[in-house]
Nanobody
């Protein structure tokens, strides 16, 4: 089993930056791809970004490209999401996810409990 714990959420103004972190514990040797999802008020959960185990492959949805950057530190078993130029529509609960799959955008096996990000306009 792998446990994921997110941190770094909060209330910010439009245009501000925020950095989310996710710490993995347990059988971290089985984790390959890690990703971030979010669920806005009244919306379904959506994929945001992913990063491969080596960090050589990353992907972000169009709505966050150029603003969000995903990175990871395998020595610390952490993955981060740097969010710049935040917009009101980025308001959501952000979830960290992990999978044993070498690369994945939608299929994840482990999930964190989520951290709230609220962007005021």
């Amino acid at each position: 089993q792998v446990q994921l714990v997110e941190s770094g959420g909060g209330l910010v103004q439009a245009g501000d930056s925020l950095r989310l972190s996710c710490a993995a514990s347990g059988r971290t040797s089985s984790v390959n791809t890690m990703g971030w999802f979010r669920q806005g008020p009244g919306k379904e959960r959506e994929f945001v970004a992913a990063i491969s185990r080596s960090g050589s492959s990353t992907y972000g949805v169009d709505s966050v490209k150029g603003r969000f950057t995903v990175s990871r530190d395998n020595a610390q078993n952490t993955v981060s999401l740097q969010m710049n130029n935040l917009k009101a529509e980025d308001t959501a609960v952000y979830y960290c996810a992990a999978t044993w799959r070498a690369w994945a955008l939608n299929k994840y096996d482990y999930w964190g409990q989520g951290t709230q990000v609220t962007v005021s306009s």
